[in-house]
């Protein structure tokens, strides 16, 4: 098992995406990046932690190699917003690489400048790969949201423009 650990903005977005693929193990929404140990999600929310939400991926890459899930990540992001993602700003809602590995460094930076290369976006790439940091689990009630709440989970999700960018760039 392997982990990869990414920031897409609210982590309620970015577990249904990875959760569903043989080959990966457990996806556990929570908190890295930050200067305070064991942060709440009112912490985090405040944007004074330095913590970003992410999401935290065991997988077996015999099965589901890193670039794939490299994959999956830059078509649930806009890559080119420094604010935030979507309808949620702030600093703890930016999006980011957390590599646990150089080689893992290595393809993360392999596929940020493949997208940058590719012309489609007008905007350049912001995304930041940064090492991987301690991992906090965030609490019970935001793990598996979208099974948990599935109601107000496809509200959400519907207001945040989410889908809509994924369908303009992506489909």
Known sequence: M???TFA?????????????WDGIHKVTSGYMGGHIENPTYEDVKKGTSGHLEVVEIQYDPSIFPYNELLQIFWQQIDPTD??????DRGESYKSAIFVHTEEQRKLAQLSKDDLAASGKFSKP????????QTFFEAEDYHQ???K??????KEDRAQSGRDEFIDKHWK
């Open 148 to 153: 948990k709440s599935p109601d107000h989970y």
């Open 144 to 146: 598996d949201f979208y």
């Open 82 to 87: 420094a604010g935030g993602q979507f309808q």
């Open 8 to 20: 897409g903005g609210c982590f309620w977005c970015m577990v249904k995406p990875f959760d569903s």
């Open 125 to 132: 790439i912001v995304t930041e790969i940064r090492d991987a």
């Open 2 to 4: 392997e982990k990869a």
